[in-house]
């Protein structure tokens, strides 16, 4: 089973503060992705990538940054949160392009909330 | 743009029942076909996938496609309680960048 781990669980911060949540995956996969999700909305892709140093923009990505740094870890970045940016967060990682013929697998999510 | 919708929104079925889910898609150029599984204050986790037109199943669970239609479904036959989850599709095309999801049902099974 893969595995992805993303940190912090849980964040509240204020409008205009910086936050960064954190994912690794530890199953070699060379594609991840960053979604949120919001009631109504299903789950909506902000970054991916597709290996240390790749950055694709996704369909969401007005406000966010992100950054592959290994294989294992991939960053997103909120330099000046705003409350429209609170929701809950995910990673997930797969080891084929697009998401298209293998499975793609979740961490546990990151709730963010922005006052 | 692909857009990818569900229906219902949500449903309660009861124990042991059969229960249907609707996923509709606008692109005829997809290729895959994807139902997640999300338990309240989980990750969604794949359920089943579809890379063919017809029937597909796995225990419990069903996936019919009929890209004419622009049309995928999930059916779950004996409903558990265990199945009370919000399910989401998921489409994609060969060379595309990742999944399209769509909004979700939310499935309550009453014991």
């Known amino acids: 089973e893969a595995a992805v781990t993303q940190s912090p669980r849980n964040k509240v911060t204020v409008t205009g503060g910086n936050v960064t949540l954190s994912c690794r995956q530890t199953n070699s996969h060379n594609y991840m992705y960053w979604y949120r999700q919001d009631t109504g909305h299903g789950l909506r892709l902000i970054h991916y990538s597709y290996g240390a140093g790749n950055l694709q923009i996704g369909d969401v990505p007005d406000g966010y940054k992100a950054t592959r740094t290994t294989q294992e870890d991939f960053f997103l970045l909120l330099e000046l949160a705003s409350p429209s940016q609170t929701s809950l967060y995910f990673c997930?990682?797969?080891?084929?392009?697009?998401?298209?013929?293998?499975?793609?697998?979740f961490g546990p999510g990151t709730r963010l909330t922005v006052l | 743009q692909q857009n990818v919708q569900q229906s219902p929104e949500s449903l309660i079925v009861p124990e042991g029942a059969r229960t249907s889910l609707n996923c509709t898609f606008s692109d005829s150029a997809s290729q895959y076909f994807w139902w997640y599984r999300q338990h309240s204050g989980k990750a969604p986790k794949a359920l089943m996938?579809?890379?063919?037109?017809g029937e597909k199943e796995e225990g419990r669970f069903t996936i019919h496609l009929n890209k004419a239609s622009l049309h995928f479904s999930l059916h779950i036959r004996d409903s558990q309680p265990s199945d009370s989850a919000l399910y989401l599709c998921?489409?994609?095309?060969?060379?595309?960048?990742?999944?399209?999801f769509g909004t979700g049902t939310t499935v309550s099974v009453s014991p």
């Open positions: 996938s579809i890379f063919s037109n």
């Open positions: 997930a990682s797969s080891d084929a392009p697009g998401g298209g013929y293998a499975e793609q697998f």
């Open positions: 998921a489409v994609a095309y060969q060379g595309g960048r990742a999944l399209i």
